[in-house]
C-alpha cells in the first residue's frame, strides 16, 4: 500500500502545513501592526548589490581591510548615500548600519532588553569565558552586579603605581632628539599597570624591555597579544573558523588561562586565611586596596575570579594605550596645542599631580575628549536583535520616520561617523581642536565609552591613567616633533581597538 494512501498521514500532514501557515501568518500580521501602531516606514537606502549574501560588502570589507581605510570607507558609505542609517548584509545576517544618535540611544538604552552582543560572544569565549565583557542577560547582569562596586569608589586608579611604571617608561625616552615610538611604550605602560591593579603582580614588560629574557611574565604578554590576535582572527572569518587550524591560539589561550590561575589560586588561598582570622576574632585589614582580593571575597568560584580578570584586563589595556597614541600623535603635530597643554601643568609647580589636580587640568580634559571624538579608540559595535523591535530613526527617504527591525538582525553602529557628522559639529568636525570642548555638551552623539546599563566601567580609571602619564611627560620635556613617516597624517591601526597604524613617532626635549 502506497504511503500516500494513509488517511493518518494526511491528516498529520495537513495539520502541520495549517499550523505552519498559521504561525507564519500569525507573526505576518503582528509585524504589519507593529509597524502601523509606530508609523514606520521602509528604510530605502540598501548598500548591498548582491541580495542574497551580500558577497559584494564582503569583497569591499576586504578592500577597505587590505587598504587600512576600514574607517573612513564604512563612514563613506553613510556619505554617499547620504543618509544617517541603511540597510545591508554581512554574508547570512541581515544588517541596520546606523550613526544616528537616537537610534543608539534606543539599542543601548532605551530598549536594551531587545538586543544582545550577538556572534560576539563566540569568538571571544575561549579567551574570555562568561565574564562580563562576553555575556548577556542574567549571566552578564552578575558580572556587572559583582564587578561594579570595584570602579564605584572614587580613586580607582593607583598614582603611586602610575608613577613607578613611569619613571620605568621615562628610561626608555631619548633625551638627545632622537626618534622614538612613543605607541610601543603606552602599550607596555598599560599592560604593566593593569596587571598591577588587577592582579597585585605587574608584568613589568618596560622593566624588561631591553633583557633578552624570557621569564613568565614576558612570555604572558606576548601569549595575551596572540590570543587577542586569534580573536580577531575568529571574528573576520565567523563560522569558516571552524576550517582553520589555530594551535598557535590556542597554546596561547592556556598561556593566559595558567598565568591568571597563579594569582587566582593565591587571592582564594589568603581569603580561607582571612576567614579564619576573622573567626579567631581579627579583624584587622591591610591597607591597600587589591583588585583580586576584592573578588575572591565575593566569590570562590575560581574560573569565574579568572574570567573576570581576564575581561577587564582586555577591556582595558589596549583601549587606554590607544587612547594615548591617538592622542600624542595629534598633540605632537601642533606646537600651539602643545604650548597651552604646558602652560596648563606649570600649575602643578613640578609636583606630582594629584587626583584633584589631574581632574582640573581642563584644556588636558579636551584634549582627551577632542582625541577620542576625532580617532573613537572603539570605532564601530553592534547588537543582535532577539526582539522584533522599532528605532526612531531611519524610516522613509528622509530617515526622520521611525524603522521596523525584526528579530534577527543585526544592528551596527558607528561611533566613528557620528563622531564626524558635519550637522552636529560643524564643517571642521574632521579636525582636531581641543577649543571646541570649550562649549560643546553632547549626549548621545559623542559616544567614546557606550552608554546605557553596559558603559565602560573603566571610565574613571581610564581617564586618570591616560591624564597622569601625559601631565607627567609635559613635566618632563619642553618641546616635541612628529617624526611621522607618513606626513603626518593619521591611519587606522585597527585590531580589537583602533589605534594610530604608523605609531606614535616622536622627539622630545628634555625640559
Ligand atoms: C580610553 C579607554 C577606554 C575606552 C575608550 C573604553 C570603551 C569601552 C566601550 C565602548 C565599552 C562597551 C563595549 C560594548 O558593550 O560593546 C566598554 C566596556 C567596558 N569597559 Fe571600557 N573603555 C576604556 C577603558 C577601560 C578600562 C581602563 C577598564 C577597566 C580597568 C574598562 C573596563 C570595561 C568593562 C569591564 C566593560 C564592560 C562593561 C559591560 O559590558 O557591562 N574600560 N569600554
Ligand atoms: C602586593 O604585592 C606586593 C609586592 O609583590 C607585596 O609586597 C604586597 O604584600 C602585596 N599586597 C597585597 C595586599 O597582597
Ligand atoms: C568631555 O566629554 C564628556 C562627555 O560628553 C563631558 O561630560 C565632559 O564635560 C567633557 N569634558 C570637558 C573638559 O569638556
Ligand atoms: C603608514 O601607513 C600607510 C597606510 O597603511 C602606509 O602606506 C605607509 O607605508 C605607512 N608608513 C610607514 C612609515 O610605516
Known amino acids: 500500500m502506497a ?19 498559521y504561525t507564519r501568518i500569525a507573526l505576518y500580521l503582528r509585524r504589519q501592526r507593529m509597524i502601523k501602531e509606530h508609523g514606520c516606514k521602509p528604510c530605502p537606502y540598501v548598500f548591498n548589490k548582491d541580495p542574497i549574501l551580500g558577497l559584494d560588502v564582503f569583497r569591499d570589507n576586504i578592500q577597505l581591510s587590505k587598504a587600512k581605510r576600514i574607517l573612513p570607507g564604512f563612514r563613506s558609505r553613510f556619505l554617499n548615500l547620504k543618509t544617517n542609517t ?18 543608539v540611544k534606543t539599542i543601548l538604552s532605551l530598549k536594551f532588553k531587545d538586543f544582545t552582543l550577538g556572534a560576539r560572544t563566540r569568538a571571544f569565549s575561549p579567551l ?45 625616552i631619548p633625551k638627545d632628539g632622537s626618534t622614538v615610538d612613543l605607541q610601543q611604550l603606552f602599550f607596555r605602560f598599560t599592560i604593566d599597570t593593569a596587571t598591577e591593579f588587577l592582579f597585585n603582580h605587574s608584568t613589568d614588560s618596560l622593566r624588561m624591555m631591553d633583557v633578552d629574557e624570557n621569564n613568565e611574565d614576558v612570555i604572558f604578554s606576548k601569549a595575551f597579544t596572540e590570543a587577542q590576535d586569534d580573536i580577531m582572527m575568529r571574528t573576520r572569518l565567523g563560522f569558516l573558523d571552524v576550517f582553520r587550524p589555530n594551535k598557535k591560539g590556542n597554546e596561547a589561550i592556556k598561556i593566559c588561562h595558567a598565568y591568571v590561575d597563579k594569582f587566582v589560586d593565591d587571592a582564594i588561598a589568603w581569603r580561607r586565611e582571612h576567614d579564619a582570622e576573622k573567626a579567631a576574632g581579627w579583624t584587622q585589614e591591610d591597607g591597600r586596596y587589591v583588585f583580586i582580593r576584592e573578588l575572591a571575597k565575593q566569590t570562590d568560584d575560581r574560573k569565574r575570579i579568572r574570567d573576570e580578570l581576564m575581561n577587564i584586563l582586555l577591556a582595558g589595556r589596549d583601549t587606554t594605550a590607544s587612547l594615548l597614541s591617538n592622542m600624542w600623535f595629534e598633540i605632537a603635530k601642533r606646537p600651539e596645542v602643545w604650548t597651552k597643554l604646558r602652560e596648563e601643568v606649570k600649575s602643578l609647580d613640578g609636583r606630582l599631580p594629584t587626583y584633584e589636580e589631574l581632574r582640573n587640568l581642563k584644556y588636558l580634559r579636551w584634549c582627551l575628549n577632542e582625541s577620542l571624538r576625532v580617532n573613537p579608540v572603539v570605532p564601530g559595535n553592534s547588537r543582535y536583535c532577539i526582539r522584533d523591535t522599532v528605532l526612531p530613526l531611519g524610516g522613509g527617504p528622509d530617515g526622520k520616520h521611525p524603522l521596523f527591525v525584526r528579530a534577527g538582525t543585526l544592528v551596527g553602529y558607528s561611533p566613528f561617523a557620528m563622531h564626524r557628522r558635519a550637522d552636529i559639529y560643524g564643517p571642521d568636525a574632521d579636525d582636531f581642536r581641543p577649543e ?10 559623542y559616544l567614546p565609552f557606550n552608554g546605557g546599563p553596559r558603559i565602560c566601567l573603566g571610565q574613571q580609571y581610564a581617564l586618570t591613567e591616560a591624564s597622569y602619564v601625559t601631565a607627567r ?11 611621522d613617516e607618513n606626513g603626518g597624517v593619521w591611519v587606522e591601526g585597527l585590531t580589537l581597538t583602533c589605534a594610530s597604524g604608523n605609531g606614535t613617532k616622536v622627539a622630545l626635549t628634555p625640559a
Open 86 to 103: 541603511f540597510h545591508s548584509r554581512m554574508m547570512d545576517l541581515p544588517l541596520i548600519a546606523t550613526c544616528e544618535p537616537e537610534n
Open 3 to 21: 504511503l500516500t494512501q494513509s488517511p493518518l498521514l494526511w491528516i498529520v500532514g495537513g495539520a502541520l502545513v495549517s499550523y505552519i501557515l
Open 473 to 483: 611627560l609635559l613635566q618632563e620635556f619642553a618641546a616635541i616633533e612628529s617624526r
Open 128 to 172: 574570555l569565558g562568561d565574564g562580563i565583557f562576553n555575556s548577556d542577560g542574567e549571566k552578564w547582569a552578575n558580572s556587572r552586579h559583582l564587578l561594579r562596586p570595584n570602579f564605584a569608589r572614587d580613586q580607582v586608579a593607583d598614582l603611586e603605581a602610575f608613577e613607578r611604571h613611569f619613571k620605568l617608561m621615562l628610561k626608555h
Open 436 to 445: 571646541r570642548w570649550e562649549t560643546l555638551r553632547p549626549g548621545w552623539e
